[in-house]
């Protein structure tokens, strides 16, 4: 087992993305405990492959075993505390040789400075460049305005956009650029390695239904495609793959690789045109110049997903076709997809339904053996837990399902196709799995065939993530008073879990403190007067109960009208490149609120300028970080336009409009039927 091998990058500025339409989050599933339950599966992971591979403890029982009476207990203490302690922004020290795990910061201000983000998320409709940055502008818009809009009766996501599948906050920009930020690192680690590597990136708000400028489903903007135009933009990657297995279909990765992979495609064509003209002189040097440089990106998208869940749960004819198209190199299309099926037994899963799942490997292998030459291919998996039998009822509610230990088997085939057929480097992104006992079972099976070398049998070591451990985990890392349980647990794997989850978790489910005084300008610092999270309070639930949300009380309003993703384009299978969304919103007042753009400012940060092909409407200027700051509520603003609006000593009046009630039972979670 290789401790360098395999990371996990943990971002704790996602815990910020908070709910605040309501006091009442008994119904919010994507939730910030989302990323400590993870945690926890993590630990024990961990605790569990130290005893497999009889790993030495760097921990506080090495420290004082060199040490004897009182200055054993001072080791102890010291020894804890080195376990937590970050050093300016460097991450946390790792107290385990199992699997490197990595606390990071942000320092990503805006989406729009990164060329990855752009060229997903800011191409021009016209497909001349990627400064459209209408969508951008809009989350850290809604994000800005989130507290007032609350405050004066409203919703905070605009009407027009999926009020019940989305929620924002203040510090939701943030949280936003610091997954993005943590996948774009996850690259960083998988390209530069030298040798095989593995890395899971532990963030949220997740991403696989956002399109081009179509936020839904809880996503804002696309994390996995991100990641792979950072591969292509950053290391020059031509092909990427990407499986994804949550749920829910991710119909906007779809959606983005199959524009991508048609312009790509479109290119191509165009060069062979060029290449077979025999009238070599009369082809304008303009049209060759343009065809030369880097050769654009093409994705394989694989999506392993139940049909009848969110998005395709109306029925929508054009999500319904688009979760259920094939294609393998037709027009420079790759995409499969495969329907879950129910299974009467884990035995009549594993004989009859996992080989019929891996048809995911056959068909990537017909996309790496398309150009034998390129080995250079990493492998995203987009990773939801959510399909598993551990999930809400409320969430799964079809029964197309898989055991626990599906996600030990995919992962350990993943790497093995990984190693076998292109260059061994998996970068994992958490996308959904929502209910705490989900996420401690599939994070630890998870974990495991990331890490693990081939031991236990087909579906893992399940009995790591029965239920009686899972229940005696729960209880030992049940928040109390802030703290973590400080119980007597009786298995040595359950406290040596405590003890790591203390050290890769030190704030107990919270973010870090915010930086304070103005002298790291490169950290935007979060306004102390905002309302505080309503969720701290929340701990991991007794599994005694059922694992359903609570019912919700007979005066709660139904979810409101449709809350799948808008269509995009006519409603076709395969989405144009660009997508009209309702844009422009004002303020009360009618001034043109504050925007992301750069066209008039130099506060652009340093950074590698996009390959010609890609376009060059993305600016490449630096300037100090330091002639950016934050805006009322944290989130980033611009001095041109702060200056423009002069909302910083002249903020403008509005009209406070009628109160009404507010939405509160949102995210795909219906009320039982009676």
Request: some cysteine; aromatic content about 6%; proline content about 8%.
């Amino acid at each position: 087992m290789s401790s360098v091998n395999t990371v996990v990058l943990l971002q704790d500025e996602c815990y910020k993305h908070q709910f605040i339409r309501s006091k009442d989050i008994s119904l919010i599933v994507e939730r910030p405990e989302r990323l400590r339950a993870l945690k926890i599966g993590f630990a024990a992971a961990i605790a569990r492959l130290e005893e497999l591979h009889i790993e030495p403890k760097t921990s506080k029982q090495e420290v004082a075993s060199v040490s004897q009476g009182h200055d054993a207990d001072i080791a102890v203490e010291l020894s804890q505390a080195l376990d937590t302690l970050t050093i300016g922004s460097t991450a946390a020290k790792s107290i385990t040789t199992v699997c490197e795990v990595t606390r990071l910061p942000v320092t990503l201000q805006y989406l729009s400075s990164d060329p990855a983000v752009r060229l997903i998320h800011a191409a021009n409709p016209t497909g001349d460049g990627f400064d459209n940055l209408e969508h951008l502008d809009r989350l850290a818009r809604w994000a800005r305005e989130s507290e007032q809009r609350i405050k004066n009766g409203e919703i905070e996501i605009p009407d027009g956009f999926p009020q019940n599948d989305l929620y924002m906050c203040p510090q939701s920009y943030r949280a936003i650029c610091g997954a993005v930020e943590t996948v774009r690192e996850a690259v960083n680690r998988v390209m530069t390695s030298p040798s095989p590597m593995v890395v899971f990136a532990a963030i949220r708000p997740p991403g696989h239904h956002c399109g081009e400028d179509t936020p839904s489903g809880f996503c804002f903007v696309n994390n996995v495609a991100i990641g792979a135009a950072h591969a292509h933009v950053q290391f020059g990657v031509k092909r990427v793959i990407i499986f994804d297995i949550d749920l829910h279909h991710g119909n906007g990765t779809q959606a983005i690789a199959w524009a991508i992979n048609a312009e790509s495609n479109r290119k191509r064509l165009s060069e062979e045109a060029v290449k077979q003209s025999t009238l070599d002189n009369e082809v304008p040097q303009t049209m060759k110049s343009a065809l030369e440089g880097t050769p654009g990106l093409q994705i394989f998208y694989a999506s392993l997903h139940d049909i009848l869940s969110f998005p395709c749960e109306d029925g929508d004819p054009a999500l319904v076709r688009d979760a259920s198209v094939s294609i393998a190199g037709a027009h420079g299309q790759y995409i499969e997809n495969v329907h879950l099926q129910p299974y009467t037994s884990h035995e009549d899963f594993w004989t009859r339904l996992y080989p019929q799942y891996q048809s995911l490997f056959s068909k990537a292998l017909d996309f790496i053996r398309a150009d034998p030459q390129d080995l250079n291919v990493p492998i995203f998996i987009s990773c939801g837990f959510d399909a598993s039998e551990l999930e809400y009822e409320s969430m799964s509610r079809h029964g197309r399902k898989v055991p626990v230990g599906f996600y030990y088997r995919f992962t350990k085939d993943a790497k093995a196709f990984a190693s076998k057929f292109s260059n061994g480097k998996i970068i994992s992104v958490l996308e959904g799995g929502y209910s705490d006992r989900t996420l401690m079972a599939g994070g630890m099976a998870h974990l495991a065939g990331l890490v693990e070398g081939g031991e236990g049998t087909q579906s893992g070591p399940e009995e790591w993530w029965n239920d009686n451990n899972l229940e005696s985990l729960e209880k030992a890392c049940k928040k109390r008073r802030g703290r973590q349980s400080t119980g007597k647990p009786v298995d040595q794997w359950i406290e040596r879990t405590v003890e790591i989850l203390a050290s890769i978790d030190p704030y107990n489910g919270q973010a870090s403190p915010s930086p304070s005084g103005g002298s790291r300008k490169m950290l935007l610092p979060i306004n102390q007067l905002t309302q505080p999270p309503t969720s701290s309070t929340m701990s991991l639930r007794e599994r005694k109960k059922p694992m359903t949300p609570p019912e919700p009380g007979s005066n709660l309003p139904l979810p409101l009208g449709n809350s799948r993703p808008r269509k995009s384009g006519n409603g076709q299978a395969s989405p144009a490149r660009k997508i009209d969304v309702k844009s422009g919103r004002k303020q009360p007042n009618g001034d043109e609120l504050p925007s992301e753009s750069y066209e008039d400012s130099k506060t652009l940060g340093t950074h590698e300028a996009l390959p010609a092909s890609l376009g060059s409407s993305v600016e490449t200027r630096p300037a100090p970080l330091g002639s950016t700051f934050a805006g009322p509520t944290g989130v980033p603003v611009h001095p041109a336009s702060v200056a423009t609006q002069n909302l910083v000593s002249n903020p403008p009046t509005t009209t406070t409009p009628p109160p009404r009630k507010l939405p509160r039972i949102i995210l795909r979670v219906r009320e039982p039927e009676i």
